[in-house]
């Protein structure tokens, strides 16, 4: 399954890297406020179904631009972003990702992180750890959120809790080495897996966001919850996730400065 994953990656990866010589030529349409889609997003989401759905017809699909299809009630669960970065793909920021989790049984087990613009692949099965290229992959031994390099996304489609994360926007300033917004959430988890971040945060995600990048860090020995120290990111929207040390500050620091305003 992991295999047929990164093959769906990869070819997601090609039609990507084609559109990029021509980012001008690339037709655009607004979903809503600064939320936008290609017709890359929706070519390369059309090729990993369809070599997911050719290897596995009875699984189901959860993906960004085409919602739920396959086989309803499946055990198996593909959760697709094809691309994780639009934004800045339009605007040839290179800072994108295809995003590709697998739930079975409500169980993140397998995952893919693919970089087409580096060529670089993460990839995490359930039990068996994380790597990138192949090469094994740990979270970093940071213990100090001052210490820490951490990764965050602005609110850009809902503002509703706009002054509390600015609140904790500001006292991580303070706080951490250093704060960071690359744009693309599945790309900043696989970070965080990696070791190039030590802690990230971000509310409001979708599960696409979020699934393949979880089970990255879960398997690089790092931590993943929602606000409330608990496993329903998925469900929720709001994710913390780093080094098993500088986790636990990142938690308290939100809850410490209103993150009970965005769980209420």
Request: aromatic share 8%; charged share 20%.
């Given at each position: 399954?992991l295999n ?5 990656a ?6 990507i890297?084609?559109a990029?010589?021509d ?12 939320d ?5 997003d929706k ?5 990993i179904i ?14 960004e ?7 309803a009630g ?6 697709i ?9 339009i ?8 995003s590709i989790?697998?739930s079975?049984?409500g ?10 613009g580096?060529n670089e692949?993460?990839?995490?099965s359930?039990?068996g ?8 992959i740990?979270?970093s031994n940071?213990?100090k ?17 706009i002054?509390a994360?600015?609140a904790?926007f ?10 960071r917004r690359p744009?693309?959430?599945s790309?900043?988890?696989?970070y ?6 030590d ?5 409001g995600l ?7 990048g979880?089970?990255l860090?879960?398997e ?18 709001n994710?913390?996730a780093?080094t098993p ?13 209103g993150?009970?305003a965005?769980?209420a």
């Amino acid at each position: 399954m992991l295999n047929t994953a990164v093959k769906a990656a990869r070819r997601a990866g090609q039609i990507i890297n084609r559109a990029s010589l021509d980012i001008g030529g690339v037709k655009v349409t607004t979903k809503q406020q600064n939320d936008f889609v290609t017709e890359v997003d929706k070519a390369a989401e059309a090729a990993i179904i369809g070599i997911l759905l050719d290897a596995y017809p009875k699984h189901a699909i959860l993906a960004e631009e085409t919602g739920d299809s396959g086989t309803a009630g499946s055990e198996y669960q593909w959760i697709i972003d094809p691309l994780d970065g639009t934004t800045n793909f339009i605007h040839g920021f290179p800072q994108y990702a295809v995003s590709i989790g697998l739930s079975h049984r409500g169980v993140l087990s397998h995952a893919v992180v693919y970089d087409p613009g580096r060529n670089e692949l993460f990839t995490a099965s359930k039990g068996g750890g994380a790597f990138v290229n192949d090469k094994r992959i740990r979270v970093s031994n940071r213990t100090k959120l001052d210490e820490a390099l951490v990764g965050t996304g602005f609110p850009y489609r809902s503002f509703d809790h706009i002054d509390a994360y600015l609140a904790i926007f500001k006292e991580m300033t303070r706080r951490a080495a250093g704060v960071r917004r690359p744009g693309a959430a599945s790309l900043d988890l696989a970070y965080v897996a990696a070791g190039r971040l030590d802690g990230f945060w971000e509310f409001g995600l979708s599960p696409w966001d979020m699934a393949a990048g979880a089970l990255l860090i879960s398997e690089a020995g790092g931590l993943v919850s929602d606000l409330a120290g608990d496993a329903n990111y998925l469900a929720t929207g709001n994710i913390v996730a780093g080094t098993p040390k500088v986790f636990g500050q990142i938690l308290k620091l939100i809850a410490d400065n209103g993150g009970a305003a965005l769980t209420a």
